[in-house]
């Protein structure tokens, strides 16, 4: 413990922090959210504020976190595949059917498809039609 005498005042020992924590990236000018230089730094803040969240990097070149903005999977997250499409295996086994039979049902008009991809909406339409007695 340091004591100042003689009406000085006690100082402290510094601690030398690397010059990247000190900068705030602040908002996004894109999404408005925190901006983080490295996926770690995101995961890290992430881990210290206890949230359930995901990371992703954003079109402005920096991380955020972040949910999955609606979309289902993670395909639809990145772009891969439309948000309101599924693949057919996916689908197939959402209705535990064979994947030529969504594709039959997508032909016969049944089914809406982007892409030749079946429309997710449809697709939990009739799987719940299908668990009704």
Known sequence: MLIASNNQ???TPTVSVPVSDHIRRG????????CFDTRTQ???????TNLKLGVYKCECGYFHQGGWHGNKDRAAHRGEI???AMTADDAARALNVSPSFISRLIESGKVRSENG???????DRLSQIARTP
């Open 42 to 48: 995101a995961k890290h803040n992430l881990r210290q």
């Open 117 to 123: 991809l079946p429309n997710r909406t449809d697709i």
């Open 82 to 84: 439309p948000a309101d």
């Open 9 to 11: 005042s006690a100082t």
């Open 27 to 34: 908002a996004c000018s894109i999404t408005g959210k925190r």
